[in-house]
């Protein structure tokens, strides 16, 4: 049995590791500018300067390292949060954090900040992050115990309240701040600056390591904080960490990408119907299948309609939820 | 000794003229622009034939529609862009500033033209336009005749009756242009008065307007809002019988195009039709 279960994980983190490459390879070889496969690999081999290589270098690689950081960072926060709340509807985006870093980059935007450096928004949007982190904690954790209840409650109406400001300052706006902030909710791969993405990727990696050492805790709060407490794990302190650095993950990726939507929901969930509960594999492999399905949702976003682009949120809002639905619903049909 | 002074004295000179050459800057031959404003206006140049991308709404003039989109005017694609190789790409106000950003990390010349707030502001910017195609001469002479139109009409309304008037660019919600805009100018300068002239926000309230109760209604619905909207919206105003605007008839449909497309041309053709519209007697 045992034997069984992990030939069965390591085909699926094979498989996974297949895709990975797949949307990395898609990623890389389609897009509007239609350079033919054969220069790709030359320049992909040696890089030889000239437009092809700005390109591949500079405006595909750059954008598909982002896309594989935001996607595994948003279904790593998505799996850590629907296995701490044991409920399936809890995404990175209900706690409010979300919710913070945008008021904060509408604020510098608003504020006309961002002509002073384009850096003061994802600096704005990490702070609203993490304000928000520390109101959400300072509220629920009382004697030195984490309500969960109460911060999923709090936290998805700090979420509403935030988004009410939003539409506040969008009503108050100048048009030009008014697109910005737009562009900002909608979300992007198209960051600019190198080192943002670094952070992103490193950060994304960091924590996935930092996580892998609390599969077991997961797997013991699965059961019930109660159960968990009997097993020998310090609850109070676990919580208080996966929380920490979940809204780190989602505090990041939010400041860098913007509003991503639908990742952080839906891979989990798939991932937990393909290879099981257990943490130990489920971790690994949602970070994986997010930054697959958000690279191969970007590469879709940037060639549908080409030369037009549309926001990767369109499109993993449509294909994400439409999938799941389908799946739910055959699934049902099935038991029936 | 002669030998290297003369040679100091080449080398000098040889520097000069790089720096000049430097500052005068290299006239671009493949421009991307961003805005429909910018198109109209690089056609308008004379620099039409350089012009190798555009945005999906840069359709004025009919030439422009042969070139290829990058874009609408919100998303663009800078790989597009990129792979167009343009020595030039004119930024809009709406376009991306990420997009901006990347464009200029990856080396290319980037100019943005922030939206104009008033006629002043239209011909500076059509002007520093000229001024990077290398069109300078053109440019000023085309502000300068746009100006001496915009003079003679102006007094030619400077003693008629100053008309309340309620501009409405947005159907739903109800959006207006306040000081600040080159529309207010547009207002002004036909001898009206805008009713929304110093109103904190663009969004206005129908409530605000039948309390203005304004001369003269005009409805200018950019974009999508088509002209179904704007003759529904018409309709609506309608409704309201004890408004000065319904009782005269003076509630207005115009072009958006004419009105919020502003070259310092168009402006003035604009300012002819709103003055029309305005003094329909001293036409006549």
Redesign the interface.
Known sequence: MMQHRSKRWIFWLWLLVALALLAAGSALFI?????PFKKIFQVLWNRQGG?ED??IW???LPRLLLGFAIGGSLSLAGVILQGMFRNPLVEPYTLGISGGAAVGVSLSILLGL?HVS?LT?PLAGFLGACSMILLLYGLNAKKKVLSLQGLLLTGVMINFIASSLIMLFL??SR??DL??I??WIMG?L????GFLIKIALGASLLFLFVTYFFHSDLNALALGEEEALHLGVPVERTKRLLFIITSLLVGVSVAVAGMIGFVGLVVPHFMRRIVGHDHRILLVASFLAGGVFLVFCDTLA?TVI??????VGVITGILGGSLFVWVLTRERGGKV | MKLRAWLIFCAVILACSFAWAAEKGVIPERIVSLSPVITEELFLLGAGDRVVGRT?YCTKPREAQKI?????V???????I??L?PDLVLAG??T????K??L????LRVEEF??ASDFNGICDSFFKLGRIIGKEKEAETMVKIARSKVDALRSQVRDGNRPAVFLQVGVDPLVTMTHGSFLNDLIEFSGGVNVARDAG???YSREKVIADDPDIIIISGMGSDGEKANEKEKKIWQGYRNLKAVKNSTIYVVDSDLYCAPTPLTFVNALENIIRLLHPHDAA
């Open positions: 897009g509007p500018s239609g350079i437009i700005q390109i500079g405006i595909r961002y384009i928004m009503a108050l048009s030009e697109q910005g737009i562009f992007s198209d960051e600019p600056n940037r080409a030369p037009l682009e549309l926001p | 999906h290829e989109e990058v874009g609408n919100l998303e663009v694609s800078v790989e597009k990129v792979a190789r106000s709406m991306s500033p990420k997009a950003e990347k200029k990390r990856l080396g922030p939206s926000s663009r969004i």
